[in-house]
């Protein structure tokens, strides 16, 4: 679950990780121009930014508070929970398809990594072994699947070196940007985005207003590109317990709240 501030704080939306997702996927199916890679093969990594947090779907059903009283979120609960949901994803993802289960898989490789440094930083050792653990069986998931389908012709070019990098990195950043919409992390941050020529280059986003984005260098085709996504309207953000965050999540009116990205020469 993710919590967008709407500027006004009794108008916090709480929005699952399956609409984030489908965000995610929204600016997943626009990505790509004469300048910047595009998907490829593109029903498998669109289904990928899709499906990557579908092990989610129960957890925001019925979601806990924090030692705040604040719905939980997805980095704020214990390392194994979020592990078993990372797993739940990717099998999910796998019964789709494989190649989509191996970007997810990779995806949350590469996240699980950063989880271990910052929990050896903290000095958690034992919840660190237990990312670290997962990071390696998402690393033998993906050598079985990357086996299996190079004997299919559709894979055979996108299973490694950079096609494959660039499916992995539009995961990354689709469900980046995401993210920061959804959440209202920050007004500005960019993204490492894989170019056309197999390099990579910074794409920045900076809030124009709480909806619109300016994005540069431009990487879709068009001007401008409008997302969305679904959340529930919270009356507040601070519960006593998680059977009362419930029963307001059950009560709460649903809102779509839209983004629009821009090119800088839309602006205005």
Not at 143 to 150: D, G, R, T, Y
Not at 205 to 216: G, H, I, K, P, Q
Not at 233 to 242: D, G, H, I, N, V
Request: hydrophobic letters at 45%; proline letters at 4%; one cysteine or more.
């Amino acid at each position: 679950m993710l919590l967008h501030d709407t500027g006004d704080p009794a108008r916090t939306l709480a929005i699952t990780q399956v609409s984030h997702a489908w965000l995610g996927w929204q600016l997943a199916e626009h990505w790509g121009n004469r300048r910047f890679t595009r998907p490829q093969p593109r029903a498998e990594v669109l289904a990928a930014v899709m499906l990557h947090d579908s092990g989610w779907t129960e957890f925001d059903e019925a979601p806990g508070i924090d030692a705040d009283g604040r719905p939980q979120t997805f980095d704020r609960m214990p390392v194994q929970a979020h592990l078993d949901i990372w797993r739940s994803s990717v099998g999910r993802a796998a019964l789709h398809s494989r190649y989509a289960a191996l970007l997810v898989a990779s995806h949350f490789a590469d996240l699980a990594e950063v989880k271990t440094a910052d929990l050896l930083e903290r000095g958690d050792t034992a919840a660190a072994r237990l990312a670290e653990s997962f990071r390696a069986e998402m690393e033998r998931r993906q050598a079985s699947w990357v086996e299996v389908l190079a004997a299919d012709a559709r894979y055979q070019d996108v299973l490694a070196g950079r096609r494959r990098q660039a499916n992995a990195d539009i995961l990354t950043l689709a469900d980046r940007i995401s993210v920061y919409l959804c959440a209202t992390l920050a007004s500005r941050f960019e993204v490492a985005a894989p170019t056309a020529d197999g390099d990579f280059e910074p794409v920045r986003l900076t809030a124009l207003d709480r909806t619109s984005w300016r994005v540069e260098p431009w990487p879709m085709e068009g001007d401008r590109v409008r997302l969305q996504c679904e959340g529930r309207l919270l009356p507040t953000t601070r519960f006593e317990s998680a059977e009362e965050l419930h029963g307001a999540l059950q009560r709460a009116p649903v809102e779509r709240i839209g983004f629009t990205l821009l090119r800088s020469s839309a602006v205005g």
